[in-house]
């Protein structure tokens, strides 16, 4: 593996558990048992020589210079110095914790407080990790799409009808489809100038997948929201728009932040969108919200 770009900055030491989330996923197991390490406990890591957390992790010291230049930094010795300032950080209070998995007889106070950290921890990551020309690009293609269609499954599904119904709603033809059978036929009908959305945190679900390649193949313009930009699904993808790689806990499984991932990417969409199409699209809500607006009015209507 290259060494870092010697103009390129090392992360700062509060970012380093981000990127190790975000990295993890395309690490080789012996790395992710350096990155998990480094993550896990910094303040012991940062006491450890390459030599002795090459044998606290089980792996080779060439293992732990790789894994520390893939997280940004030179060598060892600078990702040593980052590990004891972020410990400093921590023991500081400054610094959240780098997990806040649920325990099974935690107190609601401390569910709220956790799911909460972690909800915002998904979304820095999330917000750090997105390139930005790829979400433009999106933008530009969904502002002058014919039509657009949405696929994902599970949690997912969710929040692909999330994002359909905004599109709707500022006037552009848009579809979220659940069924994979109805997804692929309706995949079918598209063609250049049409724009598939893929929705897969894992990157590998078939019944969203299948759809997005026969879009693909049909010439539509198609989008993958992934946590996982090495997945198969990249692999029909014209951009790819990554989300946060949060752990899982037991009580806490991976649709619950993703889902906070993705909605994030879908309000950037949708109001790079309306952006782009304000004077259609600020007729179009106004005249939707008009439409809905005498359900909001809690006096009672005469007939």
């Known amino acids: 593996m290259p060494p ?15 990127k190790v989330r975000t990295l993890a996923p395309s690490m080789t197991r012996s790395m992710q048992r350096v990155a998990e390490a ?34 940004g930094y030179p060598g060892y010795r600078d990702l040593r110095l980052a590990l004891a300032a972020l410990a400093a950080q921590q023991a500081a ?12 007889d935690d107190p609601i106070a401390d569910v709220v407080t956790k ?24 933008v530009a293609a969904l502002a002058t799409a014919r039509r657009i269609d949405v696929y ?21 033809i848009a579809h979220a489809h ?17 724009v598939a959305i893929a929705i897969t945190h894992s990157g590998r679900t078939t019944d969203v997948i299948e759809p997005l390649r026969v879009a693909f193949e049909h010439g539509a313009t198609t989008v993958a929201i992934t946590g996982r930009p090495d997945g198969e699904v990249a692999q029909y993808a014209d951009l790819v728009l990554t989300t946060s790689t949060a752990r899982e806990s037991e009580l806490r499984p991976a649709a619950m932040s993703s889902r906070t991932s ?42």
């Not at 870092?4 to 981000?18: M, V, Y």
């Not at 998904?122 to 930005?132: R, S």
């Open 4 to 18: 870092p770009h010697p103009d390129a900055t090392p992360p700062a030491p509060a970012a380093l558990a981000a």
């Open 38 to 71: 480094v993550a896990g406990d910094p303040a012991g890591c940062a006491a450890l020589t390459v030599t002795g957390l090459a044998e606290r992790t089980g792996t080779s010291e060439a293992t732990v210079v790789r894994t520390s230049r893939l997280l």
């Open 93 to 104: 209070g400054r610094a959240p914790a780098v997990t806040a998995d649920i325990a099974v």
């Open 115 to 138: 799911l909460a950290q972690e909800e915002q921890q998904c979304l820095a990551d999330t917000a750090a990790g997105l390139d930005t020309s790829q979400v433009e690009a999106a």
């Open 152 to 172: 994902g499954v599970g949690a997912s599904s969710l929040v692909g009808q999330d994002l359909a119904q905004k599109l709707l709603r500022i006037g552009l």
């Open 178 to 194: 659940a069924d994979p059978h109805l997804a692929v036929t309706n995949a079918v009908q598209l063609h250049s100038g049409d």
């Open 262 to 303: 993705q909605l994030l990417v879908v309000d950037c969409l949708f109001i790079g969108v309306a952006q782009r199409t304000y004077e259609a699209a600020a007729p179009a809500l106004s005249a939707s919200y008009e439409a809905l607006a005498h359900r909001h009015d809690p006096r009672p209507r005469h007939r």
